[in-house]
């Protein structure tokens, strides 16, 4: 018994091996030589009988920030859901790079293969302090235990803190996250995904419910993530997409309605018609 214990003790003080998890997990299998990180091809899905997702074809490049916008109800949140493997389309297929087939994958290993979700609403741990937020994001939420138990390596540190830095709450650190605003919540949820190293995430209307100051604060923040990380976001708020001003996907009825600049995509008279009711 006690020599389970030693050993534990030992186990949790050994940095390598207690955070072995958190190690950049660079995926060997994804393969995005060809400059596309995400395929989206020929999908269907239908609910009872009513087609979410129509035919839709969709390509994200690697490292490209991409706006999704579109009326309600024109298969966003569906198409979020079949890249993180919540639903499984119908017909189709969906590709992480060259080779990882998504439909192939569960919702868990679609996470570790390095795609990251932000929901609508925040789910940050409202008790724990901004810094411990981002210290348990980095574990992927396993082994929580010994996580707490053991000291950060300078890198694990420095992570923290180029984090913190991102997100624009280094004099929160030690607040507890519950006393953050909705808008500095966004954005923890958003740092502790990063916390996870993903090399694809997706977001889902970042700044519903954010003062205008916060929606710059956000737009800058994702602005910043180009390059490192592929950026997928869903967005109703049309001035923000505006100032975020890349790649507009219009979705309708579940397809590809029109893509280009924000400028193209607004003077595009069936996203006139079907999107700004014209
Ligand atoms: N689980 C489900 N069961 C039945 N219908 C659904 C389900 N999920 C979405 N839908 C329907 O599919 C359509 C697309 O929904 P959604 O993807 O949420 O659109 P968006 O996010 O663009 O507003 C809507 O008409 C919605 O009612
Ligand atoms: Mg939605």
Redesign the pocket.
Known sequence: MSNLITDYVASIRNRNSVFEFIEPQDNPKLDVRKGCILYIEDVN?S??G?K??NDLNLYVNDGELRCII????????????IITGK?KPDSGSVYFGQRIDLLNLSEPEIAQAGIGRKFQKPTVFEEQSVFSNLELAMAGKKKVLPLLLAKLSADELQGIEETLELIGLKEQRLLRAGALSHGQKQWLEIGMLIMQKPKLLLV?EPVAGMTHQEMDRTAELLISLEGKHSVVV?EHDMDFVRSIARTVTV?HQ?SVLAEGTMDEVQANQEVREVYLGE
């Open positions: 899905v609910f009872d009513f979410a997702i579109g009326p309600n109800g024109a298969g966003k949140t569906t198409m979020m859901d639903t889902d869903v979705l579940g």
